[in-house]
């Protein structure tokens, strides 16, 4: 089960659904319940302990930034019969490296940041500019609550993980990220006793490219079946 994050729905993970499907008998990319933390949290723990009953086996869980964070609340939270493995990307944890302004809040939330100057920030060149344009069409406005919770500080699960979640877990996190920054998501990897996948300046991965950039994606995915067969 793939997990998406802030902004848009479960065609996030559109570019490798083939390559899952090629490795696993089922893919499954639902759109998440994003009122606010509180339903996305409960919901989505309800829907994955509903697959696994209805499987009668565990499941193997991928997240991608606030989708990661969710995975591995489900993990820790209904426990290795339900979650068998996390693999988490680009999922942020602990003290923000920076917050926006006040000015930048509100054009955030009003919508009025111009495409072409927040479309950098999310995919390096390695994502074809079509594939960029498609994602950015689908954009899905989250609520006003939900960017409230997320506006914090100090990320909402920090005080959640002070122990790692019983089942093994890969996180992936680029230096070049420029939404949720290395550190940050090292903290993750690093509290949840993960494997770590660190990609380099030299690989130049964007916060997207993870999912959206063909060859990054393709290598990646690759990386991610090989984990959670192992």
Not at 58 to 64: R, W
Not at 149 to 168: G, I, K, N, R
Not at 176 to 191: M, N
Request: net charge neutral; proline share 7%; charged share 25%.
């Amino acid at each position: 089960m793939c997990l998406h994050g802030y902004g848009v729905r479960g065609y996030f993970w559109d570019p490798v659904r083939t390559q899952l499907e090629d490795a696993f008998p089922e893919v499954v990319t639902p759109d998440l319940r994003m009122t606010d933390l509180e339903s996305l949290i409960e919901s989505t723990k309800a829907m994955v302990f509903s697959k696994a009953q209805l499987d009668r086996r565990p499941v193997h869980l991928i997240g991608h930034s606030l989708g990661g964070i969710i995975a591995a609340i489900c993990a820790r939270d209904l426990g290795p019969s339900v979650v068998s493995k996390v693999v988490t990307i680009a999922a942020p944890f602990g003290e923000r490296r920076e917050l926006p302004g006040r000015l930048v809040r509100f054009l955030l939330r009003h919508r009025l940041v111009p495409e072409i100057l927040a479309r950098p920030r999310f995919f390096s060149a390695q994502t074809p500019p079509e594939r960029q344009k498609e994602l950015f069409s689908r954009s899905v406005p989250e609520s006003r609550q939900l960017q409230r919770q997320l506006l914090q500080p100090v990320w909402f699960h920090t005080e959640l993980f002070d122990s790692p979640p019983a089942q093994p877990s890969l996180s992936v996190y680029s230096v070049r990220d420029r939404i949720v920054s290395c550190a940050e998501a090292r903290a993750f990897g690093e509290a949840l006793g993960s494997e770590l996948l660190e990609l380099g300046q030299n690989e130049n991965v964007g916060h997207d490219d993870f999912v959206w950039a063909p060859a990054v994606a393709g290598r990646l995915m690759h990386k991610i079946v090989a984990f959670l067969k192992e």
